[in-house]
């Protein structure tokens, strides 16, 4: 199974921007579509952007299309979440995903390898 670790998080201020980085390894990156989540305080794990596995599609909520951008380097074995126009509904703690296959993926549910996430925090 992948290990997954999230970095890139911190603190940052409305209208600001934070690129978070997700190093994969223990498997071949390529068989593995992508995905980005965030969970805030007291609330549910929010899905945020899918990439397949060659980064040729990809696809973003409603909530953050726009302002934030998903690709993937397969040769650095890592997913990118750009994040620009920062708001503070923003904070929360970010993780990535992976999963095996085809198809779009958006529930948590469909994903079964985790990061442990990384904290972004947006001030005003």
């Known amino acids: 199974q992948v290990q997954l670790v999230e970095s890139g998080g911190g603190l940052v201020q409305a209208g600001g921007s934070l690129r978070l980085s997700c190093a994969a390894s223990g498997g071949t990156f390529t068989s593995y579509a992508m995905g980005w989540f965030r969970q805030a305080p007291g609330k549910k794990r929010e899905f945020l952007a899918f990439?397949?596995?060659?980064?040729?599609?990809?696809y973003l909520a409603s909530s953050v299309k726009g302002r934030f951008t998903i690709s993937r380097d397969n040769a650095k074995n890592t997913v990118y979440l750009e994040m620009n126009g920062l708001k503070l509904v923003d904070t929360a703690v970010y993780y990535c995903?992976?999963?095996?296959?085809?198809?779009?993926?958006?529930?948590?549910?469909?994903?079964?390898?985790w990061g442990q996430g990384t904290q972004v925090t947006v001030s005003s």
């Open positions: 990439i397949d596995w060659s980064g040729s599609t990809t």
């Open positions: 995903a992976a999963e095996h296959g085809a198809g779009l993926l958006i529930e948590e549910s469909d994903f079964s390898s």
